[in-house]
C-alpha cells in the first residue's frame, strides 16, 4: 500500500495545498515537520492521531522534524472563545521535557526501527535497528526565538502580512466580532510566530511539508506564504481531521471535560491516565465506532481489519474488535509488554470465575502496577477519594450507599475501614488494591 492509499484509508484527510494525494508518493523532498505547543505536560489521544499519521508518512520514508514549541508555548495558541491563561516559564520548560518524550516514543512505537538524533538521545533509550530509517530530530522553537530582535521580526515577517490576510482568519472572526471576547496582540500574532517556524526549518532542514491537525490549517498557512515571498520556493500542508466521538459527536477523549492522557503517572500537573484505564477506555468503545478507531490508532492493515471484524460481527458480545483494539493503542503508547499486562489483568478482574479471596500477596503486588493502592485499615470513603475513584467526601458516601463498592467481590454499603488484604471494585471497571 503507497503512502497516499494508506492516508486515504485511515481517514488521514482534510484540508491540504496538495491537489492530488498520489504526488505524496513521488514527492523529492521527503522530510516534513508537525509541532505541539507544551500546553500541558502530557499529550491527550487527540494528539495521538495526528502522531500516528506522522509514523504513516515516517513507515514510508519520510524524515520527521518534531517541534516542541517552547516560544509559542509562552503565547498560546488562540481558542475560538477566549485569551489562554499564560504559562509561568518553569512550567512550559517542565511540560516540554515531558511531551517531547511522550513524541520521540509514539513515532518509536508506531513507526519503522529509527535512530534518534543527536538532540534526543535519551529521551526514550537507544533503539534497536532492524532496518535503515531515517533519523528522528527533535526541535525547539524557543532556540531561534530567544535571540529574535523584534524590529528584524517586524521587518522581515511582519511587512509580508496585510492586516486583511490576517483578520480574515475564522478564529480572529469569531474572537473580534459582535459577542466576541476579543483578542490580544500576543495571541492575535501567533499565527506570524508559527509561520516563521516553517520558514526557519524550510531554510535550516529543507523542510517543505507540514503536518497538522484541521484545526492548525490557517495557521500552517502562513509558514507557506512566507517560504515562497521571502524564498521564492513552495511548500505544502496535509491536515488530518479532528477526531470525533461517532456517539457523542464531541471532540474524542474529551467527554465530560476529562480527557485520556497520554502519561501513565503524575508529572505534577495531574495529567494523566493510568494504563489500566488507558486499556478500559479503548475496551469501552462501541461496536458503531470500532472501525473508524481501528483504522486511525493501530497499525493494522486493511486485510487484517476486516479479518478482525468479520469474526466480531459473528459474534459481537466477545468484542474482540475492542480488545484489539485496546492491546494495538496500548502497544503504541506504553508497549507490548504494558499491553500484555493489562490485557492479562483485565482477564482475571472481569471474569465471572475470579474469586478475589484467591490471589496472593505477590499477585497483587504486580495488579499495583496498574492499579490504585491505598493502605490497609483506611475507611471506604477516605479509600475512595484518595485514590480518585470520587471526587470527594460526598459522593464516596453516595457510591457507597448505593451499592456501587464491593469488596473482594461482597457488596459494602456502609463506611468500614478494610481492614484485609483486598481488591476494591467501584461500578463496572473501576479498582483499587488495597495491601
Known amino acids: 500500500m503507497k503512502l497516499s492509499e494508506e492516508l486515504l484509508y485511515r481517514g488521514f484527510k482534510a484540508e491540504t495545498t496538495i491537489e492530488n494525494p498520489a504526488d505524496l508518493d513521488t514527492r523529492e523532498s521527503k522530510k516534513f515537520y508537525w509541532g505541539a505547543d507544551p500546553s500541558a505536560d502530557s499529550l491527550t489521544i487527540g494528539n495521538l492521531a495526528a502522531l500516528m499519521m506522522c509514523a504513516c508518512f515516517v513507515r514510508h520514508g519520510y524524515e520527521p522534524v518534531l517541534l516542541v514549541g517552547g516560544a509559542t508555548g509562552q503565547i498560546g495558541d488562540p481558542k475560538e472563545n477566549g485569551e489562554r491563561d499564560l504559562k509561568s516559564l518553569e512550567e512550559v520548560e517542565h511540560n516540554k521535557q515531558c511531551i517531547k518524550q511522550q513524541i520521540e516514543r509514539v513515532i518509536y512505537g ?12 535519551g529521551s526514550v533509550g537507544a533503539p534497536q535497528a532492524t532496518s535503515p530509517a531515517p533519523s528522528i530530530i527533535t526541535v525547539d522553537n524557543y532556540d531561534w526565538f530567544k535571540d529574535m530582535n523584534y524590529l528584524k521580526f517586524l521587518r522581515e515577517v511582519g511587512k509580508v502580512f496585510s492586516m486583511t490576510q490576517l483578520l480574515d482568519r475564522q478564529f480572529v472572526q469569531n474572537r473580534i466580532g459582535e459577542g466576541g471576547s476579543g483578542i490580544s496582540y500576543a495571541e492575535f500574532s501567533y499565527t506570524l510566530i508559527q509561520g516563521y517556524d516553517f520558514l526557519h526549518l524550510y531554510r535550516e532542514y529543507g523542510v517543505s511539508l507540514q503536518l497538522c491537525g484541521a484545526d ?8 507557506i506564504h512566507l517560504i515562497r515571498r521571502l524564498c521564492d520556493a513552495e511548500a505544502d ?12 459527536g464531541r471532540k474524542f477523549g474529551k467527554s465530560e471535560g476529562n480527557a485520556v492522557w497520554l502519561a501513565s503517572s503524575d508529572n ?5 491516565t493510568s494504563i489500566f484505564d488507558f486499556y478500559q477506555f479503548w475496551m469501552n468503545q462501541p461496536d458503531t465506532s470500532v472501525e473508524y478507531l481501528l483504522k486511525i490508532y493501530t497499525l493494522l492493515m486493511p486485510e487484517e481489519i476486516e479479518d478482525i471484524l468479520k469474526r ?6 466477545k468484542r474482540l474488535a475492542q480488545k484489539v483494539l485496546a492491546r494495538e493503542v496500548t502497544s503504541v503508547v506504553h508497549g507490548r509488554d504494558a499491553a500484555q499486562a493489562v490485557e492479562n489483568l483485565t482477564s482475571v478482574l472481569f ?5 478475589f ?20 485499615g483506611t475507611l471506604l470513603v477516605d479509600l475512595l477519594t484518595s485514590t480518585g475513584l470520587a471526587e470527594s467526601k460526598r ?5 457507597v450507599a448505593g451499592g456501587a463498592i464491593s469488596v473482594n467481590g461482597i457488596k459494602v454499603t456502609s463506611d468500614v475501614a478494610v481492614e484485609q488484604t483486598a481488591i476494591v471494585k467501584k461500578g463496572k471497571n473501576k479498582f483499587v488494591i488495597v495491601k
Do not use: K, M
Open 110 to 121: 508506531a513507526g519503522p526501527a529509527v535512530a534518534f538524533s543527536q538532540s534526543s538521545q
Open 395 to 399: 459522593q464516596a458516601r453516595e457510591f
Open 357 to 376: 479471596t484467591d490471589f496472593s500477596e505477590d499477585e497483587l503486588t504486580e495488579f499495583a502496577a496498574y492499579l490504585p493502592v491505598a493502605s490497609r
Open 216 to 223: 492548525q490549517y490557517g495557521n500552517c498557512t502562513s509558514g
Open 312 to 317: 466480531h460481527a459473528e459474534a459481537p458480545e
Open 268 to 272: 505534577g500537573g495531574g495529567n494523566y
Open 237 to 248: 500542508v496535509w491536515s488530518t481531521p479532528l477526531v470525533i466521538d461517532p456517539v457523542t
Open 351 to 355: 471474569s465471572r470465575e475470579t474469586d
